[in-house]
Every structure is written in C-alpha cells, then in structure tokens.
C-alpha cells in the first residue's frame, strides 16, 4: 500500500484532514511502534573483523545494513583460511570468554583468536520510514503487506487524540492493540520456533477464557 492510500484510509475513518507532512509524521511513528514485534530477520555477511591479541570491533553506524538493525541476534567468525564458528553472546564484565559484547556502538569481538576475518551477523531490521506519497511500505519501510492496514489505524488513532476525541481514539487505539498483538504472536510463531510452546499455551488459555 502507498503512503497515499494510508493517508486516503486514515482521512476517511477519521473524518479529519491534516497536512501530508503530518500524516506521514503518524506513519513513520507507527512503523515506529510495530519495529520490536515485527521481526524483520536480515544477515550481513562478509563483515571485515581486525583482531589484535584476540580482540576486535565493528563499529555499527559505518555499515549501512548494520545501522538499520533493531536487534542483533546471532554473530558467526571466519577467521582466515578458517572455518566459521557461532560465538556467544557474552555478559559486559566477562573479560576472559570467547564471543561477542554489544555496545551502543559497537559489536566487540573477545579472545576470538590470532586471525582476522569475516564475520557474519543475524538481526532484526527496523522498519525503515517513509517520505513521499508514492513510497511503497512494503518496499520502503519493509512492512508486509498483510499488516498495512494497522498503520491505517495507528494514524486514526493519533489524528483523533490530536483533535482530543479520546473516547474514540480509545476506542480505535484498542483495536490497533489487539490487532498488533496478533501479528507479535504471528512473526514470534514465524520467526522463532523455539517459542511455538509459550504461544501455544498462550493461545489456549485465551480460548479457554484464562488470559493471554
């Protein structure tokens, strides 16, 4: 769906009219609000890690593809003519083990070995924004298409806590949280088998009436 469709939706259940401006504002922060959920996995390999006594850096911000990540999931290392080995992710006051830290900056690499390498690295993407009326949101921010409709809502419920209709916005507001409640289960269920159990309680007790 383009920006123009979702703004043309948006108007139309608000009965409101803003400025574009404004309403791709609404967009981008509801692409804002889905990105933890969404779990857009992406993989970056070839990434050049320097190692010197062991240890090394990839500072995040001088990789295009990297600075787009939301989470970092799995960093695999390739050291020359070597063979690729999945390190772990290591808590900041472990100075001694093999694997990898994370900073606001930076993925350190620790006592990974004498060579240098490649490494390649798992995340999850942040939904990217959008800025013209023609931008597409699956091809731009990266959102699929089935869930474009919840962008719809998020921006109803922003333009009519703006206009302070709150029993509405509330109203719609709810709906937008059920609804992303949803797809978090869906992109869990896709994206992490690991959790399929958690999700399959869950889904019973709701049905039987226990919670969610």
């Known amino acids: 769906m383009l920006v123009s469709d979702i703004i043309r939706k948006a108007e139309l259940q608000a009965d409101e009219s803003y400025e574009t401006s404004d309403w791709i504002d609404f967009i981008n922060a509801g692409l804002d609000d889905m990105t933890p959920v969404i779990k857009l996995l992406k993989?970056?390999?070839?990434?050049?890690v320097t190692l010197s006594s062991g240890n090394g850096s990839v500072t995040i911000s001088s990789d295009a593809d990297l600075a787009k990540a939301h989470e970092f999931i799995n960093v695999f290392f390739t050291p020359t003519a070597g063979v690729q080995e999945q390190l772990k992710l290591l808590p900041y006051k472990?100075?001694?083990s093999k694997g990898w830290k994370l900073t606001s900056a930076t993925i350190d690499y620790q006592n990974c070995g004498s060579s240098s390498g490649t490494s390649k690295i798992d995340y999850y993407q942040k939904l990217q924004h959008v800025s013209l009326l023609t931008d597409d949101l699956a091809t731009v921010a990266g959102l699929p298409e089935q869930y474009h409709e919840l962008v719809v809502l998020f921006c109803?419920?922003?333009?009519?806590?703006?206009?302070?209709?709150?029993s509405d916005k509330q109203d719609v507001y709810s709906e937008y949280l059920g609804k992303k409640n949803n797809m978090s289960i869906d992109r869990i269920w896709a994206m992490e088998p690991q959790n399929r159990k958690f999700l399959r309680k869950a889904r019973i007790a709701a049905l039987i009436g226990g919670g969610s």
């Open 43 to 48: 993989s970056k390999s070839g990434v050049v």
């Open 94 to 96: 472990d100075n001694y």
């Open 156 to 166: 109803v419920a922003r333009s009519q806590a703006k206009e302070e209709e709150l």
